[in-house]
Nanobody, 124 residues
Framework: QVQLVESGGGLVQAADSLRLSCTAS????????MGWFRQAPSGKEREFVA?????????DYADSVKGRFTIASDNAKNTVYLQMNSLKPDDTAVYYC????????????????WGQGTQVTVSS
């Protein structure tokens, strides 16, 4: 069983930056593809934000965050980061870290493991 612990959420103003972190522990595999999802208020569905292969050699992003968000990993620390720049009020959501055996599972919204989530609030 893989445990994912997110940190770094908070309240910021529009155009500010924020970096989320997610540290993984446990599991039977040495490496996992990782990613971030978010769920906005008012019952909206959880949506894909970004993903990265366990090697860090490939990434994918939702169109809504391309050019503003960057996903990166530090395998020595079993940690994945989401650098969020030029934040907008529409980015307000609970952000969830996710892990899967395969990259396509994260991108396809079917990860094996989820974190508890961290709140990001962007005020206008």
């Amino acid at each position: 069983q893989v445990q994912l612990v997110e940190s770094g959420g908070g309240l910021v103003q529009a155009a500010d930056s924020l970096r989320l972190s997610c540290t993984a522990s446990g599991g039977t595999r040495s490496r996992y593809a990782m990613g971030w999802f978010r769920q906005a208020p008012s019952g909206k569905e959880r949506e894909f934000v970004a993903a990265i292969t366990w090697t860090g050699g490939a990434t994918d992003y939702a169109d809504s965050v391309k050019g503003r968000f960057t996903i990166a990993s530090d395998n020595a620390k079993n940690t994945v980061y989401l650098q969020m720049n030029s934040l907008k009020p529409d980015d307000t959501a609970v952000y969830y870290c996710a892990a899967a055996a395969f990259f396509r599972m994260v991108v396809g919204g079917r990860p094996d493991y989820w974190g508890q989530g961290t709140q990001v609030t962007v005020s206008s």
